[in-house]
T-cell receptor, first 113, second 112 residues
Framework: DADVTQTPRNRITKTGKRIMLECSQTKGHDRMYWYRQDPGLGLQLIYYSFDVKDINKGEISDGYSVSRQAQAKFSLSLESAIPNQTALYFC????????????FGPGTRLTVL | GQQLNQSPQSMFIQEGEDVSMNCTSSSIFNTWLWYKQDPGEGPVLLIALYKAGELTSNGRLTAQFGITRKDSFLNISASIPSDVGIYFCAGRSNTNAGKSTFGDGTTLTVKP
């Protein structure tokens, strides 16, 4: 089984709809992240959480919110989706050690019409 | 915020050729990481570098942590079709709350 899972894997929605993307991990890591990937723009950090009670904004948090329901679960919400939020979204985890090696989920492809 | 300049943006090479890509930054990093993203999947760590000047290999891949701590390069020798994908560098510094900053990626295409 995958260490980091994301649901759904693909989603098509309409402008103005509320969307939630979910992430679960079995690695026992404290740190979790949500990234957005657009072609040619690499990975942009949306939000990150270093433990269950810690939530921090990343580079592009406007229009997004998150919830850390448990150590293993970190969800990303788009309160009112807009077309320029069409992108590939990745969840990742890392331990709190020196390396900060990040383990990524398989991604969720979101299309907002 | 911290930014990484990764180059080249894309490469089209023949199978068997060597590949070189690099990342530079105006900021100092304590750790450099190189990831590969296969089509339709999330990035996976290839090599991690923790010390200035460090040269580390992983099979046909070799990466170096620049002496100035502001750059890193990744070389792939004797490329094969399965090397196709997007390669990302990432730098981590203690002054950025321990978060990694990612480059924009190098898209590699290998022609058989």
């Amino acid at each position: 089984d995958a260490d980091v899972t994301q649901t759904p894997r693909n989603r098509i929605t309409k402008t103005g709809k509320r969307i939630m993307l979910e992430c679960s991990q079995t690695k026992g890591h404290d740190r979790m992240y949500w990234y957005r990937q657009d072609p040619g723009l690499g990975l942009q950090l949306i939000y990150y959480s270093f433990d269950v009670k810690d939530i921090n904004k990343g580079e592009i948090s406007d229009g997004y919110s998150v919830s850390r329901q448990a150590q293993a679960k970190f969800s990303l919400s788009l309160e009112s989706a807009i077309p320029n939020q069409t992108a590939l979204y990745f969840c990742a985890t890392s331990d709190s050690g020196v390396t900060d090696t990040q383990y990524f989920g398989p991604g969720t492809r979101l299309t907002v019409l | 915020g911290q930014q990484l300049n990764q180059s080249p943006q894309s490469m089209f090479i023949q199978e068997g050729e060597d590949v070189s890509m690099n990342c530079t930054s105006s900021s100092i990093f304590n750790t450099w990481l190189w990831y590969k993203q296969d089509p339709g999947e999330g990035p996976v760590l290839l090599i991690a570098l923790y010390k200035a000047g460090e040269l580390t290999s992983n099979g046909r891949l070799t990466a170096q942590f620049g002496i100035t701590r502001k750059d890193s390069f990744l070389n792939i020798s004797a490329s094969i079709p399965s090397d196709v994908g997007i390669y990302f560098c990432a730098g981590r510094s203690n002054t950025n709350a321990g978060k990694s900053t990612f480059g924009d990626g190098t898209t590699l295409t290998v022609k058989p």
